[in-house]
């Protein structure tokens, strides 16, 4: 193609903008370089008018995407400039210093790569074998590298390309019409091998400086192992380029990004979480794109997101901690949004992640609307992801300042509400304990408060000066074994005086129930959940449905990283969650009434109504109404004792017309009930206007 007919095409599109001077220097500048290479290339750099990459990119033919056949790609680029191109992963050359950079001079043949010589999946990305520490027989089982010997890996086709005066392209090609996911999205994740695999530089290898940390005279066998891969930092981030393709096909999303290695221990597993970082310098300081499929609407514009490699739970279910996390989306404390996704790296399978939301000021600003620049942020034992030390002897001294109210005098809950959004600390200590959560309060936790801007707290919103939580790392759930008679008010909230112990949380948990309204409003509200939301034909239901989307994509993940297991272990994982689910309330409901002495519980049944009539809530229940076809009554379970609220709302158009199985008569819309060993029966009249 001439550089005439190149700036028709381009111009219109708005992509490629540059004078028609600068073009004909530049185009009989680059058709000079095509001649010799090391003088060439030198000539086409020195006559890019700007300097390098103030061009517009090469032109591929095809966009990334799923192909049924084969197919030829053709690439065109401005002025009929020389294009330089790879097909490892590798950022091309146009110096040829990378020993992979070739020059572009016809069609590219783009065909099913699967069956080829791995580039990255040969690679061993653990630590056992070179360390004490990962040669325990037990955690060698758990973390070494899978032997892919004899097995034929699915691979996609990866160009990259550029010329002397532009920025990289790059474009993965599924080959097959077998290749695509109709169930799950596909994330194609490409970078320089060296950036991944470098003994010396590799963010993904033990490499280096696990040799170092072993010749190390401070090298303690039992301790925690620094290796390449445990580093974190900017120095240890890399640029990747990468594809979201939507189940069923169609790529719908690419740019480039940063990514770097995520987590603590998990990193040792040979498949490990990674975490895109969206800048400037990669193109945009945020992700335009909805990643969260599956989940309530979610907003777009995070500017970093996790890759999890399912955490502890990695040999196991692949889901644990992002469907026990979907179980408390509806709570006051913030739940990490979840999406299972087949990732391809330089085009190598590399199984099933979990695409997450990532907790940082940055999410604050994008979910609550908080100031990035002015919130305080804890994440366990004072680590305050880059901000102020000072902040941890904040929360100390809202600590302090509670210890000085007595629990029943009349100020502590108006001195607590000042200090702490308390639905917020109610939900996060609900959630963990439901979920009996081992790794936990000593760890995994992180909370925030965004200080006061306003008096009126309806006008300040997250701005108040009141902490607030965040739930995360359900790994560990049922004590780490999957216990449904786990009790985690004896395991991990004891009761103390003192309010330094694991960062206060038992402290202030359990001065906040020496209230005698605090608790109340705690137990109706665990009441609640486990009426609703956790009940076990509702949890069993969803976990049915989350296994259900990545069955067909676990056999696949488990020859990749598991070829010692077969599917009927990754079921059996399965049916040991859903037995916890299944037994689990009945249990918490047995630790609620031994931890708050209660004299146990009470049922309430609530005829169902039709909603076009009016509505029925208790607490913060809401009563379903007919149209599922089930039975008559609404039943729920609350505590002997402890008052609850009840309230009729009549639907536009109809009044509220009094109750019937109330001892006595009541026209009130709203009554205070207290469950006692008998069931209480009620039936809730509307009549039309």
């Known amino acids: 193609m001439t550089p005439a007919r190149i700036a028709a095409a381009a111009l219109p599109d708005g992509q490629w903008h540059i004078s028609a001077f600068s073009a004909l220097t530049l185009a009989a500048a680059l058709f000079a370089a095509t001649g010799a290479r090391a003088e060439g290339v030198q000539a086409a750099l020195s006559a890019c008018p700007e300097g390098p990459t103030t061009v517009a990119s090469p032109r591929f033919s095809e966009r990334s995407g799923f192909f049924g056949a084969p197919f030829t790609l053709t690439i065109d680029a401005f002025a009929d400039a020389p294009v330089y191109y790879t097909l490892d992963g590798s950022e091309p050359d146009p110096a040829y210093r990378s020993g992979t950079t070739r020059l572009y001079q016809g069609p590219i043949a783009i065909t099913d790569r699967t069956g080829a010589p791995y580039r990255l999946s040969g690679t061993d990305t653990t630590s056992v074998g070179r360390t004490p520490f990962f040669d325990d027989p037990v955690r060698a089982e758990e973390f070494m590298m899978p032997d892919l010997s004899g097995h034929v890996l699915e691979q996609a086709s990866v160009v990259r390309a550029r010329t002397p005066c532009s920025d990289t392209v790059t474009a993965t090609y599924f080959i097959g019409a077998d290749r695509v996911r109709d169930d799950l999205p596909v994330l194609s994740l490409v970078t320089g091998p060296d950036g991944l695999m470098d003994y010396e530089h590799g963010i993904y290898v033990a490499g280096r400086l696990l040799d170092e940390s072993v010749r190390s005279e401070d090298f303690r066998p039992d301790a925690w192992i620094v290796s390449n891969y445990s580093q974190r930092g900017r120095d240890w981030e890399r640029r990747v380029a990468f594809d979201f393709c939507l189940p069923g096909g169609e790529c719908v999303y690419n740019r480039d990004a940063g990514v770097r290695v995520h987590g603590r221990y998990s990193r040792s597993y040979p498949q490990k979480s990674l975490r895109l970082y969206a800048r400037n310098d990669y193109g945009d300081r945020r992700f ?169 707290r309806d006008v300040a919103g997250v701005h108040d000066g009141r902490w607030r939580w965040l739930i995360s790392d359900f790994d560990q759930w049922g004590g780490g074994e999957g216990d449904p008679e786990y009790n985690n008010f004896n395991a991990r909230l004891t009761p103390t005086d003192d309010p330094r112990s694991r960062d206060g949380f038992p402290f202030l948990f359990h001065r906040m129930m020496a209230n005698d309204g605090l608790r109340d409003r705690f137990l109706n509200r665990f009441a609640d959940l486990l009426n609703t939301s956790l009940r076990s034909e509702v949890t069993l239901a969803r976990l049915e449905a989350a296994a259900a989307r990545i069955a067909p994509e676990m056999p696949r993940h488990l020859a990749r990283w598991r070829p010692d297991q077969t599917i009927d272990h990754w079921h059996a994982e399965i049916e040991r969650l859903a037995r916890f689910l299944r037994k689990r309330p009945e249990y918490q409901w047995e630790h609620l009434v031994e931890a708050f002495a209660t004299p146990g519980t009470g049922k309430i049944k609530i005829s169902r109504h039709d909603v076009e009539n009016g509505t029925v809530h208790v607490n913060s229940v809401m009563v379903p109404d007919r149209s599922d076809g089930t039975d008559d009554f609404w039943t729920g379970s609350y505590f002997q004792t402890i008052p609850i609220t009840i309230e009729a709302r009549p639907a536009s158009g109809y009044r509220f017309a009094g109750w019937t199985g109330l001892k006595e008569d009541s026209d009130q819309s709203v009554i205070t009930l207290v469950p006692g060993s008998q069931p209480i029966n009620l039936q809730a009249h509307f009549r039309s206007e």
């Open 288 to 456: 335009r794109s909805n990643f969260f499929l599956d989940s309530a609407p979610v907003p777009t514009g995070h500017r970093r997101l996790i890759m999890r490699n399912s955490g502890n739970d990695n040999p196991r279910t692949m889901l644990a901690d992002g469907f026990l996390q979907s179980l408390m989306a509806g709570l006051t404390a913030d739940t990490q949004a979840y999406q299972p996704v087949v990732v391809f790296m330089n085009g190598e399978y590399w199984g099933i992640h979990n695409i997450r939301e990532r907790y940082d000021r940055h999410y604050l600003e994008l979910v609550h609307g908080a100031d990035p620049d002015n919130v305080e942020f804890l994440n366990n034992s004072g680590s305050t992801d880059g901000l102020s030390a000072e902040i941890m002897a904040s929360w100390r001294q809202t600590l302090e300042g509670l210890s000085e109210v007595a629990p029943d005098d009349l100020r502590f809950v108006g001195a607590v509400e000042a200090r702490i959004e308390i639905d917020s600390f109610f939900d996060f200590i609900i959630a963990h304990v439901f979920v009996g959560n081992s790794d936990w309060v000593s760890n995994n936790v992180r909370w925030w408060r965004a200080p006061r801007q306003h008096s009126d």
